[in-house]
């Protein structure tokens, strides 16, 4: 007798690495799960359901959640059948970029408030069921910047570090009620969302910023993120092949990076762990030797460099 499908609550999944990650767990060959894709706003629900096609009423089925709201949650479950979850995917996830000194601390918040309370509050909402019935698996969209900061890119970061930590403390605990916990840490992924946050920023005034500190945002960092994007950014799709493998897993990894073309970039602070090689070698490359960068990064999207994102 086949083992019943499992049942997969994912948040974000309006565009990007949420719905790609849906759709291909919706088609499964052997339909071992059974999807619930939400989004805080249904109004976009078009494209994940034109996506999903056939499996849209059968493996997977749409649901409102804001993960910044206690009743959205304790809805969103209600409407799951016998209200269990197997699998927990963290991924809704805001951005922000710029000088420190321009943005302003309730944008901070709204970032921490979604990617990680938002999280946190999943968490606490499944996690009585998982440790009832002794099992479950919880998977967190991180990103390597949750392994290492990145200029103009602080507050950001730290809430990925904030999800690292955590999680990584409630791996320990979690072991003892055959509960695992697996962070999965893309580089740049490339989306629609990505490219108008970049244009957006580019013309932001963010008050409060002195002149030399815009013209080295406008003028060295945003080139260069283009660059990085270009040169060795991911499809959402690439991202969520890579997360149905964890899922997939009959021992799930706690951490697993989808980009080995990025290696490089988070090589020098594993090389030094005072981590004054990677501020200082970053420094140089942005702010003294900025073709130079660009050139490396050009380097990093050749064919050499292209091995498989998951080894056989």
Request: hydrophobic share 45%.
């Amino acid at each position: 007798m086949a083992d019943a499908a499992r049942t997969v609550l994912i948040s974000g999944c309006s565009s990007g690495i949420g719905l790609e990650l849906a759709v291909q767990l919706a088609r499964d060959p052997g339909q071992r799960y059974q999807v619930v894709a939400t989004m805080r706003d249904l109004g976009k629900k078009g494209t994940l359901e034109a996506a999903a096609g056939e499996a849209l009423g059968q493996t997977l089925t749409v649901a409102q959640l804001d993960v910044c709201s206690d009743e959205s949650v304790a809805q969103c479950l209600r409407c799951i059948q016998g209200g269990e979850v197997d699998v927990l995917v963290n991924n809704a996830g805001v951005g922000l970029v710029g000088p420190l000194e321009g943005l302003s601390l309730a944008a901070m918040q709204k970032v921490f408030d979604t990617n990680f309370f938002g999280a946190v509050r999943l968490v606490k909402a499944v996690l009585p069921g998982m440790k009832r019935r002794r099992q479950g698996h919880i998977v967190v969209v991180s990103s390597v910047m949750g392994l290492q900061g990145v200029v103009f890119n602080e507050v950001y970061a730290a809430s990925k570090f904030a999800m690292e930590g955590f999680f990584e403390s409630l791996a320990v605990q979690l072991l003892q009620f055959n509960i695992f916990i697996s962070l999965v840490e893309p580089g740049p992924v490339a989306t629609e969302f990505e490219g108008k946050l970049l244009e957006q920023v580019s013309t932001a005034e963010f008050p409060g910023t002195d002149a030399d500190t815009l013209n080295y945002f406008r003028n060295l960092y945003l080139p260069a993120s283009r660059e990085l994007f270009h040169s060795v950014g991911q499809s959402p799709q690439d991202v969520a092949k890579v997360i149905v493998k964890v899922i997939g897993s009959a021992r799930p990894p706690l951490r697993r990076q989808t980009n080995t073309r990025y290696t490089p970039l988070i090589a020098l602070k594993a090389m030094d762990p005072s981590g004054s090689l990677y501020v200082q070698t970053s420094h140089r490359l942005l702010f003294r030797w900025p073709r130079l960068l660009n050139l490396g990064l050009r380097c990093l999207a050749c064919s050499c460099f292209r091995t498989p994102v998951w080894p056989q």
